[in-house]
């Protein structure tokens, strides 16, 4: 799991790692790419993201497995 900002001075999104980078965006959003990841929140995360995440639907695995297909 990483914070993941697509442009400078916005909202950190929720992606996943994968061999060869990140997913999209959990909350659904469609990015071409990230300026820059995180470990941490610093206190600006995407709240459809955190959403997504907390969802009991949410499967991470299922996410990341179509990344795959
Ligand atoms: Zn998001």
């Known amino acids: 799991m990483r914070y993941a900002q697509h442009k400078g001075g916005q909202k950190l999104h929720l992606a996943y790692e994968l061999e060869d980078g990140l997913t999209q965006?959990?909350?659904?959003?469609?990015?071409?790419?990230?300026?820059?990841?995180?470990?941490?929140?610093?206190?600006?995360?995407?709240?459809n993201c955190r959403r997504r995440l907390n969802s009991k639907a949410f499967e991470p695995k299922k996410f990341i497995r179509k990344y795959y297909e």
């Open 25 to 47: 965006p959990i909350c659904g959003k469609k990015v071409d790419g990230y300026r820059a990841t995180f470990n941490v929140p610093l206190g600006n995360a995407c709240k």
